[in-house]
């Protein structure tokens, strides 16, 4: 049985030489066919580049019709050749005609070849064309031949991207590498964002392909795998670890990563085939990614993702390269694109030239979109595979409110785009002359706007929106974003800079929300089946109350003299309210015994976000001074869906009965015992919904800043009592679990209520 007489060594060796030949690129093809064929005794190679409506094309071939070249094509997904073209993944076939994918081409007379070897030419996770051999005989290709096709496809992927081989298509085709794309993922924080791409982590693409001196390459890759492994050492070792955005979870998978035998064993074999350090690096990623792209277990692929990260480390590393330099020097225009991200990485941005986010990950009520949102980038999340389907300078939009992503838009998409951002411009423009219209319904109801915060570059939004102060400040986002637990001192010194901006507006801070899935990098975390019904929020503060204490005595101290709120997130009985009570009466008068001044008011509320408070409501209105709705947990916890998991997330209606029923009961029972209630959920700043809960009796709404003109132009329209009267009678004749959102739209309609 023929095999590869030289191996990928030589073949690789005589590669270099072809490169270095003075040939037009159609030539220098054509002699690598040549090559490729000799050394692996088979009678046919051909290259197929993708072109960039989707079309493989034949660009080169040794052994079939030369009459074929560059007029042969076929689209990805069809044939064997557009099947790995598709999946990213080589094919080897002792009998190609018995495969149910291939399709017979006449004009390249292949019907009399059997054995196919075919694979992918791969570039930094993108698939730019295909390379393949074919023999007559039915014969097995060995794991090295499959390896020297790899390495030389990595060589030919190279000369695509340069652009070499553009030169040989027709111009409006253009490489796959350009061709505009079309991604859909959730909506994290809206409006409209034309830029560039900037990867927030870059992934290095190789150029430098083949070894000079692979002693000497063997050498730079056990010395970056050394530096890389104590990097990670030091990392772990000292603690430092949200300092670098890392999670302690992945360091231990990079660490146990970083010396698994058989990663090193493959990359060290590539280099010995002849390829750099760097090359081979990519080269045995390649392999992962393809894996990562058919993995469909969660934890694995996220695994396989942080092997991927670890692998660019490693690359960086190798090429000598400065991200932190990099994130310092952004574009303008510039629209992040990234695997995942935390808030502090997102904030470490030069926020005037940011235009919008694009990640892989990420859910809407993830903290990443709430910093998105509060620094109103247009944000899009969970797109498969963004870092891949892009690089760094590629033309991109973002519209954050329908979850659509464009990768080198067409210029016409790229003008109805530009039209849009127009249009929402002069729509912001509205609202902000709202900005200092009362809000009162049009019976008269006056309603209380106020807004979400959490970090202090919310503040300016209060003044920009005309909301009338801080219905829920979110104290988590100053511990999720901090590199180390945040100090008393450094905590009392936020709450009195959010007073100080805030003047004589009312702010309602809420005490820690942590737990669940808002995990402090810094503190142990702990492995619990269900995080979300888990040890989190009020529950850690009765616990533990060290840390609670500490953060009530910063909130009373910052507020000495002025009118306090504090809410308790999460309370699931009147009796837990009740012991946070005594606890802030506890710091109370101990900062009164040491003579430290106090709030000249203090008002302490619940969360409703669990449903066993519904049925103690009496209770904790008579207990509150005031009961703000998280209906983002209540709905959570109401329907048994996880907020995070996109399947099931939106399966329930917040306008269907029952959410619309628990909602009533609140109200109801809180105008009854004089206890205010709010509504500080995401329900809040949606227009229809909004319209819903001023239906159902609430005077006072807490949203985001962009809901608060939206809303405020939907309530200016609102007869409250009438929307109250549709809901009532509604409620009494739906049954099982019906949604009101169709009345309730019709009725908007009908009266001309902007929703
Ligand atoms: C909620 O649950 O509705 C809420 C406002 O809190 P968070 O989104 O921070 O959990
Ligand atoms: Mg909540």
């Known amino acids: 049985m023929p095999s590869a007489p030289g191996g990928p060594r030589l073949l690789l060796r005589r590669l270099r030489e072809i490169m270095a030949e003075p040939v037009g690129a159609q030539d220098r093809l054509d002699k690598i066919v040549v090559l490729i064929a000799a050394n692996m005794v088979a009678e046919v190679c051909s290259v197929y580049v993708l072109r960039g409506d989707g079309v493989l094309e034949l660009f080169a071939t040794e052994g079939l019709n030369r009459e074929a070249v560059h007029q042969t094509t076929m689209r990805s997904g069809e044939g064997l050749v557009g099947l790995i073209a598709s999946t990213a993944e080589p094919l080897s076939l002792s009998d190609a005609q018995s495969h149910p994918s291939f399709s017979y081409k006449p004009e390249t007379g292949e019907e009399i070849y059997h054995a196919f070897l075919g694979v992918p030419l791969l570039r930094a996770g993108n698939t730019l064309g295909v390379v393949v051999v074919q023999n007559r005989t039915y014969r097995v290709y060995t794991d090295e031949e499959m390896e020297a096709l790899q390495v030389t496809a990595m060589v030919l992927a190279e000369m695509v991207a340069t652009g070499e081989l553009q030169a040989l298509a027709p111009l409006e085709t253009g490489s796959a590498l350009r061709r505009p794309l079309h991604q859909r993922g959730v909506s994290l924080a809206d409006g409209v964002g034309l830029g560039h791409v900037v990867l927030h982590e870059p992934r290095v693409v190789v150029k430098n392909l083949i070894a000079e001196n692979i002693e000497a390459e063997l050498k730079r890759l056990d010395e970056s795998i050394g530096d890389v492994r104590a990097w990670i050492d030091d990392l772990l070792d000292h603690g430092d670890v949200a300092h670098h955005g890392e999670h302690r979870e992945v360091l231990e998978t990079f660490r146990m990563f970083a010396h698994d035998q058989g990663w090193l064993r493959r990359m060290r074999e590539a280099v010995i ?32 993702h942080d092997l991927d990260d670890l692998a660019n480390r490693l690359l960086n590393r190798l090429v000598g390269r400065d991200m932190a330099a990099e994130r310092g020097s952004l574009p303008d225009n510039a629209i992040i694109v990234a695997r995942s991200m935390g808030p502090a990485a997102l904030l470490d941005y030069d926020r005037s030239r940011l235009r919008g986010l694009v990640l892989e990950e990420g859910g809407p009520t993830s903290h990443i979109a709430i910093v998105a949102r509060a620094l109103g980038i247009p944000a899009v ?175 009373l101290k910052a507020a000495a003299g002025r009118p306090l709120k504090i809410m308790f997130p999460m309370v699931a009985t009147c009796d837990e309210f ?79 009965a029952p959410m619309l029923r628990a909602l009533k009961m609140v109200v109801d029972a809180a105008d009854g015992a004089c206890c205010q209630a709010t509504v500080c959920g995401e329900i809040g700043g949606r227009p229809l919904e909004a319209m819903a809960l001023i239906g159902l009796g609430f005077r006072s709404l807490s949203m985001s800043p962009a809901s608060i003109g939206p809303v405020k132009a939907m309530l200016l329209k609102t007869d409250a009592a009438a929307v109250g009267a549709l809901i009532r009678e509604e409620l009494q004749q739906a049954g099982g679990g019906d949604s009101l959102r169709p009345k309730l739209a019709r009725f908007a309609k009908t009266h001309g209520i902007p929703v």
Not at 491 to 520: C, H, M, W
Not at 620 to 643: E, K, P, T, Y
């Open 273 to 304: 085939s002849g390829l750099t350090a760097e090359a081979a690096v990519e080269r045995v990623q390649s392999d992962n990614r393809a894996r990562m792209m058919r993995q469909t277990d969660p934890y694995l692929r996220e695994r396989l």
């Open 381 to 555: 999340g969970e797109v498969a595979n963004a870092t891949a389907l892009t690089e760094t300078g590629d033309a991109i939009i973002v519209d954050g409110a329908t979850g659509d992503v464009q990768i080198r838009p067409t210029p016409e998409v790229e003008a109805s785009y530009a039209e849009k951002a127009r249009l929402r411009a002069r729509r912001q423009e509205q609202y902000r002359k709202l900005r200092d219209v009362p809000s009162v319904t049009k019976d008269g109801r006056a309603v209380t706007l106020q807004l979400n915060a959490g970090l202090l570059v919310d503040l300016p939004h209060l003044e920009e929106t005309g909301a009338e102060g801080i219905g829920l400040f979110r104290t988590e986002l100053q511990f999720m974003i901090a590199e180390r637990m945040p100090t008393a001192g450094e905590q009392q010194n936020l709450y009195a800079s959010v007073f100080a901006e805030t003047g004589d507006q009312p702010v309602t801070f809420r005490t820690l929300d942590i737990g669940g899935d808002k995990i402090l990098p810094y503190m142990q975390s702990i492995e619990e089946e269900n995080p979300a019904l888990g040890w989190r929020a009020i529950r850690i503060g009765l616990d533990r109350p060290g840390l609670l204490r500490m953060q009530l005595r910063a909130l």
């Open 578 to 656: 009740i012991r946070a009570k005594e606890i802030v009466e506890r710091e109370k008068a101990h900062l009164d015994r040491h003579g430290h001044p106090l709030p000249s008011d203090l008002k302490l509320g619940a969360m409703l976000e669990v449903p066993s408070l519904l049925f103690q409501i009496e209770e904790i209105c008579a207990a509150a001074d005031f009961i703000s709705v998280g209906s983002n947990d209540l709905m959570q916890f109401l329907f048994a869906i996880d907020r995070e998991n996109r399947r099931v997330a939106d399966r329930f209606d917040p306008l269907s």
